[in-house]
C-alpha cells in the first residue's frame, strides 16, 4: 500500500466535497486553479494531491467534475457500503446516529452500544442500544468495520481493546485520550475541545 500523508487524504475529502457542489450546480468542467479557490490552498498543492493517483484531466481542460468525484470516492473507499458501530449511546452517540451524511457517503450504522442500564433497549431511529457486555460478540456478528467510540475517558482503553479482540481495525475516538493499538489498527481523533484550543491561540495571537 503506498504511503499517502494525512494531510494530503483530508485535503482529497475537502476535494469530494467541492466537487459535489459544483455537480449540484450542473458544472461540467472545473480547473486546477478553481478547485484550489474552493479550498483555500494552491492549485500546484490540487495537482501533486492527484498526481499521487494517477492522471486526471487533460491539460488546459480541466476536469470532467463528475468523472474527478468518482474517481476521488473510488480512491477514498466510498463505492462501497461500510458497516459502523457506536460505542456510547450519550449525545455524541445519539447525534452520529443521526447523522445524514453518514448514509449518504456509504457509512451505515448498524449498531449503537452502551453500559448504562437504563439506555440500554432505548430506541435511536431504527436501532435498538444494546449492552456493552456483549460488545464482542454483537460487534463479530454484525460485521462491524469501523468503530466510532464516544464513552468517557475512563472506559476508552477498554472499550478500544474489546474492539480490536473483535476484529476491528479502523476506530474513531471522541474521547480525549491516546488510545494504545497494535500496528494494524487505524485510530483516528476527534476532539472539539483541542480544535477549539487551536482557534483560541489563532485570536491570542493574530
Known sequence: MKKISESTIRRLSKYYRSLEQLVEKRTDTVSSDQLAEMDGITSAQVRKDLSFFGTFGKRGLGYN????????????????????????????????????????????????????????GERIQDLTVESTDRLTTLVKSHKIEIAIVAVPTHAAQRVADDLVKAGVRAILNFAPISLKVPPNVQVKYENPAIEIESLSYFLKNS
Open 65 to 120: 467534475t463528475k468523472a474527478l468525484k468518482k474517481q476521488i470516492g473510488e480512491i477514498l473507499g466510498l463505492v462501497k457500503e461500510w458497516r459502523v458501530g457506536i460505542i456510547g449511546a450519550g449525545n455524541i452517540g445519539r447525534a452520529l446516529v443521526n447523522f445524514g451524511e453518514f448514509k449518504k457517503q456509504g457509512f451505515k450504522v448498524t449498531l449503537i452500544m452502551d453500559s448504562d442500564p437504563a439506555k440500554v
